[in-house]
Every structure is written in C-alpha cells, then in structure tokens.
C-alpha cells in the first residue's frame, strides 16, 4: 500500500506541472535564487532520487521495457505512411522525465535553429546569440575544456564516457572520412556551425567523468530539497489548470496517479498559484492539459465535451520527431558490443557493475554510441536523392549551410529486444533526420480521464521528401558498414527484401575492400527500400513542437515570453514550445529553453540576481 509521503500544501507563489527535463532546471534555479518563493513541482511519474536507475549510464535501456515505471508510451493511430503500423513513443514519467531515462547522446543544434525561432517565428531573445551562452552555463564539456562554444563549469557534466571508444565507433572513425573523402574526421561535431557538419566525430556523452548519468533532477533540483518552500510531488497528475472569471490561472487540480499510488484516494484536489502556473508536461503531455482546460481548438473540445475557454487551434496540432531508422547488420563475434548490455546478460552486468562500484569506469559508465556524422548533399549527392526531396531542399536547406540532412551512427549492438535473434554480436546503423517535413498531431481522447490514450497521429512518411532522404541515409550507411572491419554480413530479416537476383542484396559476409564498387540500385530496388522504411522507421524518442512559441497568426499558442495566449499568468516551459524541430537529439534544446525559461521568470518575478 503505497501512500503519498508529501504533503502538498493548499496554496504555493508558482506550479509546475510536470516535474521532468524543464521543470527540474527551472525549479531548481528559481529554488537556488529564490529561497523564500514558494514552488510546487507536480510529477505524474515516480521519484528518481539517487535510484542507481537514474544514475548508472548503462541502464537507460531498462527504462523501454514494457513493463517500465518509469515511461510511458503513447501509441499512434495506425497510418499507411509506416505501413498500417501504430507507432509507440516512449516518454520519460518519473522526475526528471527525459532527462533521466534518455540515451544520453550529446548532440546539439545548429546556430540557424535558434535563429530560426528568433527571426521566422518572430521570437527576439530566442535566438542563438542569447541560447548558446546559455548552453555553455549549464555544461561542463569534460571532453575539451578550451573549445570555444563549449562550457566549463556548468552542472551537467559531459564526457566521453567511462569505457573509452568501443572497436565498431572507431572503425567508423577511421573508414567513414576515407569512403566519404570530402568529410573528414574533425574534434567537435557540436560547435553549432557548419564546421560540424559533413565531419565524423567521436560522439560524448551526457555523462560525467565520474560516471554517472548528467540528468536535470539530480543537478538542478534535488540539491535544493532541503529548502521547505520547495515541495516536489512525485505520483501528482495535473488533470487541468484552473482560472477565475478574467481567465488568470489560479492554481491547478490534480489527482494522485493511479500508476505510483495505485490504492489511494483518486478524489481530484485543488491547489492556489498566487504567482504563476507553468506547464512542463513535455510536448506529449503539455497541449492534453491545454485541452483539458478548455485551452484549444474549437472541434477538439467540443469533440469530447470540454467547455472552450479560449480557442486556440494550434494546441497540439503539430507534432515533430525525428523519424529513426536502425539497420543492424552482423558483427564480428570477437569485437565488444553492447548486446550483451542491451541482453541483460548476467556476467556481463555483474563484472560491468564490479567496475563501475570499483572506479566508475566500464561498460555501465557508457551507452555504447560513440561516433557519429551529420550529413548535409552536396549537389552531386542531391541528384542522386532525387526530385522528391527538390522542393524541400530548396525552401528548407538551400541557403542555410549548417543545415544537415540526416545523422548516422554506427551503434555498437542492436539496441531493440533481441528475443528469437541469435545471441552474437550485432552492429548497427541509426540514421534520423534532421528536419523531416512531416507532421503530426496529438489531441485529448476525454474531458476528464487523464490516463486515456490520447489522439495521436505520428505524421511520420508522410511527406515523400522525408522517405527520399531517408532512403539516400540508408544506402550511404550501408556503404561505409559494409567496409568497416567488424562487418559480417546483414541481418537480412531487417533490411528490405530486394528481388533474389537485384544487385543491391548483400551477399558478402565479411568486409569489402574500402574502393569496392557502390552498391548499383534499380528503381525495384528503390521502391523496396521504401517499403523497408515505412515498415521499420520509429521514433527517435524527440517528440516536439505540440504548443508552438510563434504568432497567434501562425498557429502559435505561447508568445516569446512563454505566455499562452488569451489568458494571464500561464506559462509553457518545456520542448512543445518548438516553432521548428531542430537537428539534434532533444535534450540539449530542453535545456536552452528551460534555461531561458528561467531567466524570463525570474525577471518577471524580481527575482535577483538570477543564476550565475
Ligand atoms: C527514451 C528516450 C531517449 C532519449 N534519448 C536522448 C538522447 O540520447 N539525447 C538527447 O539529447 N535527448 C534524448 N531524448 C530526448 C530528451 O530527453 C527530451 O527531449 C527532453 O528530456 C524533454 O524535456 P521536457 O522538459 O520537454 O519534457 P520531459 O522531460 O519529458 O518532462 C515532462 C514531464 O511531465 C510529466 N507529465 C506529463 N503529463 C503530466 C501531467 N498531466 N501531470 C504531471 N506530470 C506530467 C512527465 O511524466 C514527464 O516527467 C530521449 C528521450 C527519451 C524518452
């Protein structure tokens, strides 16, 4: 029987709802220069603090089982675009939400971005000049401490890992820049500019020297828990915001969540903000409180019976991720891998943890991704994609050169259940796209019930642009695999089924010399690899940009002050504010806009001097 151990008190200065990525660095940072305000951190999921779930790196992939406490997954409608298939979106549900179950892969946007948000969407104080510099307080880059856009002495700590590079990462290294000989190797693939595009470049890690994972809770807001005028609620589901009559939020109601608490009082209770209720339910489950509140479009609310409030139709309207797809290819039985890892493999796990309790080193102090490229076409290479891709290129890329296409990895294993595969040694190449152009949405199913599934629509593939980039990433991965030292042929089941005699099947179970011919493709073959890619392509866990920082013209549902429209002392903070996806796994970008966030509060508030 498991019962609330927090008292939330009756009225409090300012409510987060959603205690993950965002609300733990703003809350945090309000805590820390705010001492007397009084904060409320409402969390649906339950606490992380010092669990070895949440701090020892390796485990992240234990957080994806199905039977996880500690995500939750929102399934799509089903779409032809990924062949009939519903699309699962794990989401962090525990405090700290994204941020402490992620993968821990540091990537960063490009400058054009943010500047993107700044001058396309009429955001002043969003751009990269005021973001960046942001970036480098949080951070301390481990990896190199004199790189210039990087920072030195920021709480979240990154590094290369504890485990050095593993042999599949370094073969990548060293065939990638000799295949592909305009796209050197290059020390920083994150410096925000074009010079981090077209390089290889050994990828860290938000993990620090010490070994331990870099999430928002343990550095941000656990370290103020001492201070009685924070209170963190674990297992706290805001169902909506609540307002008076000249639509000032007043507070939030909330029930206990079913999941954490399962025997106790479901009864909703209410709780007063006198100051400011910000939303930080991320992009998931940020525009399903607006609606609930009576906060969105016209036909959704009245859909599901919810009294409209103010109409705002770009609630959760849009909806971006960065479409993935893994294709996992058979890799030399003597090389480490991170299968055994992903595996759950007994000996493996004892000697990892043995080392890691020994020194923080090893196998439990990484995520087994250790190098990466962000390709952007040259013009040779834009022929070759095709005309599908034409008018995307030009509108989106033409005239931004820190724009990549798409990213590829070599992973070290094949990071899925492995369950009916032989248990050997796997390698495996994961290419998202930058931008892609689809689209989804994500709208409430129910006026009241907080753990219906919502209406989600993924968009993913469905934009052909999209599925052309996405088929051009494949083969150029499949090319510098198919020469790398560990490569041992394809795991066939998981790549497309090309005709018995087409030139493009795989044959080969050992590597190729690095001058081999390219792999010829017919348009047969092109039309299987698309299959292939609706049929395979997943999340790549970045769900964003479901309550847009643009004009109220443009389907904007926050101003650049986080305030959402047509009502008062309502504030968004966390990655649905997104105008425009950016090219980079998220949690960086979470962390911009928390910090932002932070600042834009605590100026609102009079709260000096903010964070140093
Ligand atoms: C499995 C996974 C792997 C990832 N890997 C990487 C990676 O390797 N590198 C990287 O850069 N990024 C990665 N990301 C993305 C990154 O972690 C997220 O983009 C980022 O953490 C989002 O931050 P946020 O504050 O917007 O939302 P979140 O951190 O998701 O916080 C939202 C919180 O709100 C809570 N919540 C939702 N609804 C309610 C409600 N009604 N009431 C109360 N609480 C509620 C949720 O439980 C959650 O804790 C990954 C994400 C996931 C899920």
Known sequence: FLTPQVTVPDRVDVIFSGGG???SIIAGSLSAAAPNLKILVLEGGPTTLEKFEHIQPARYFSHLSPY???EQFVVSNPSDAVGGRNIVIPVGKCIGGGSSVNFMLYNRASASDYDDWEVEYSNPGWGSKVLIPLLQKAETYEVNTKAATHGTSGPLHVSYGGNGILEIAQQFLDVGPKYEKNRPLAADGNDFTNKSINVFYRMPKWISGQGTRSDAPHHYLYPQQTNKNLVISPGSRVTRVLFDKTLTATG???VYDKHVFPDYDPTPKQVTATKLVVLSAGAMGTPQILERSGIGAASILKSVGVKQLVNLPGVGATYKDH???VSPYLADPATTTFDPIFRG?????????AQWDHNRTGIVASNGVDAAIKMRPTTAELAEIGPEFAARWKSFYANKTDKPVFWISALAGLPADQTGLPATNYMSAGVFLGYPESSGSIHISSA???????NYNSGFLTAQSDVAALRWGYKKSREILRRMGAFRGALVPAHPQFAVNSAAVLKETAPVPLNAPNIVYSAADDAAIDTYIRSFVGTSWHSFGTAPMKPLAQGGVVDSSLNVYGVKKLKIADVSIGPEIVNANTYSTAIAI??????IIAK???IKPPRQ
């Open 252 to 254: 939030v109601e909330f």
């Open 448 to 454: 009241t019930d907080v753990y219906a599934p919502p």
């Open 68 to 70: 996880s406490t500690t």
């Open 594 to 599: 928390a910090s932002n966030a932070f600042e």
């Open 345 to 353: 493999d007994p000996a493996t796990w004892t000697q990892g943890l």
């Open 21 to 23: 990525t965002a609300a």
């Open 323 to 325: 479409v993935f797809l």
């Open 604 to 606: 609102e508030l009079n």
